[in-house]
């Protein structure tokens, strides 16, 4: 299965900043999936990024407030722009590499304060 | 639209003995169902997938899991119990149209020495 780094690994950040979250597979992929875990929560979808082509969102989300890079096969970035304390997550990346074998990244535990 | 349930937010299990985490699902077509672990301040490990094929599967950590078809569930399983194996785990459900992951709320297991 496909090996996701994952960075940064957590951060603290001030309200109405923005922060950049990087993943970098070890194989290229098609898609690639961002989720949000929100504390004590499930993990919800936040958007698909294939290569070449805008991300799509979920409902709920918008480009404005995740934008996401997908500059080639094997990595992408999610931006949480402008944040406020309830943006404060676990932000994961996604790939699925081969035969339905979804990985997912380590996890970047953002708090905004 | 595709949906998973985990109806118990919390099983308590002692050390040693059998653990059944419950989840039944609601998708359109043929299931492609998931397991996944999540141990405190770390991403999603995989245990196991159910595509096709028998309907005992059996993963990692001793874990394995039964499809069953006329129930609509896809409960996880482990004959014998260890602390170790407390964790939040979540039952998936593959979207197969736009190939994305929905999970359900999560199940926090408890093992007790």
């Known amino acids: 299965s496909a090996v996701i780094s994952q960075k940064p690994s957590r951060d603290i950040c001030q309200r109405g900043t923005s922060l950049t979250i990087q993943c970098q597979v070890d194989s290229q992929v098609t898609m690639m999936f961002w989720y949000r875990q929100q504390p004590g929560q499930s993990l919800t979808l936040i958007a698909t990024a294939n290569q070449g082509s805008e991300a799509t969102y979920e409902s709920g989300f918008v480009i404005d407030k995740f934008p996401i890079s997908r500059p080639n096969l094997t990595f992408s970035t999610l931006t949480v722009s402008n944040m406020s304390p309830e943006d404060s997550s676990i932000y994961l990346c996604?790939?699925?590499?081969?035969?339905?074998?979804?990985?997912f990244g380590s996890g970047t535990r953002l708090t905004v304060v | 639209a595709q949906s998973v349930a985990q109806p118990e937010d919390q099983v308590n299990v002692a050390e040693g003995n059998p653990l059944t985490v419950k989840c039944t699902y609601s998708v359109s077509g043929n299931p492609y169902l998931f397991w996944y672990v999540q141990y405190p301040n770390r991403g999603l490990q995989f245990l196991l997938k159910y595509i096709t094929g028998d309907n005992l599967v059996k993963g990692s950590y001793g874990f394995e899991a039964e499809f069953n078809k006329s129930q609509t569930s896809f409960h996880l399983k482990k004959p014998s119990a260890l602390v170790s194996d407390s964790a939040l785990y979540f039952c998936a459900v593959r979207d197969g149209g736009y190939n994305k992951l929905i999970f359900g709320a999560g199940t926090r297991l408890a093992v007790h020495p």
């Open positions: 996604s790939v699925d590499a081969s035969n339905y074998g979804y990985t």
